[in-house]
T-cell receptor
Framework: TQLLEQSPQFLSIQEGENLTVYCNSSSVFSSLQWYRQEPGEGPVLLVTVVTGGEVKKLKRLTFQFGDARKDSSLHITAAQPGDTGLYLCAGPRTSGYALNFGKGTSLLVTP | DTAVSQTPKYLVTQMGNDKSIKCEQNLGHDTMYWYKQDSKKFLKIMFSYNNKELIINETVPNRFSPKSPDKAHLNLHINSLELGDSAVYFC????????????FGPGTRLTVL
């Protein structure tokens, strides 16, 4: 099983602060995905990173895939209460079907 | 239009009962999944179906039996429910298997008393 470790597990910050969430593995992944899950809902895809060293931006969110394709990070600039949720990284299973998920980072942004 | 729908949203039942959760997707996808999210929010694959055929069956007890009557539906039947089955169950679908975007349903919160 290709394990994905996420840190921190919990993060509580105030509106306007910056933060970074990490996703690490000892395995090499062909690509990684980041999902956000809001309370009472299913996860929703934010981004897929494919190339080692790749950086993708989604408004105030910046995603980076490590050069060795073993890790990824999510940086949020000037966090807003609407960013509150559970952030999950996921990678394809070796078999190619379904995803392995990290245990998630639960983010709370207070006004 | 809801892309992936699940019923019921909440399910409260006694130990030993049998229950089913239904899932439907209107995206025309070929692959459907069942995931279990435990109380610590860890999301783990249970089953994967591709074109109505079972592809992945993780180390899930035999009490769990998925059924796919057609490509748009993947139901989950659970026999002899146990306390440890309490969790949120998510159905998902994707056009292709692997790292194609997965679309998740809203989840079914199962509570076994």
């Amino acid at each position: 099983t290709q394990l994905l470790e996420q840190s921190p597990q919990f993060l509580s910050i105030q509106e306007g602060e910056n933060l970074t969430v990490y996703c690490n593995s000892s395995s090499v992944f062909s690509s990684l995905q980041w999902y956000r899950q809001e309370p009472g809902e299913g996860p929703v895809l934010l981004v897929t990173v494919v190339t080692g060293g790749e950086v993708k931006k989604l408004k105030r969110l910046t995603f980076q895939f490590g050069d060795a394709r073993k890790d990824s990070s999510l940086h949020i600039t000037a966090a807003q209460p609407g960013d509150t949720g559970l952030y999950l990284c996921a990678g394809p299973r070796t078999s190619g079907y379904a995803l392995n998920f990290g245990k998630g980072t639960s983010l709370l942004v207070t006004p | 239009d809801t892309a992936v729908s699940q019923t019921p949203k909440y399910l409260v039942t006694q130990m030993g009962n049998d229950k089913s959760i239904k899932c439907e997707q209107n995206l025309g996808h070929d692959t459907m999944y069942w995931y279990k999210q435990d109380s610590k929010k860890f999301l783990k694959i249970m089953f994967s179906y591709n074109n109505k055929e079972l592809i992945i069956n993780e180390t899930v007890p035999n009490r769990f039996s998925p059924k796919s009557p057609d490509k748009a539906h993947l139901n989950l039947h659970i026999n002899s429910l146990e306390l440890g089955d309490s969790a949120v169950y998510f159905c998902a679908s994707s056009q292709a298997a692997g790292l194609d975007t997965q679309y998740f349903g809203p989840g079914t919160r199962l509570t076994v008393l």
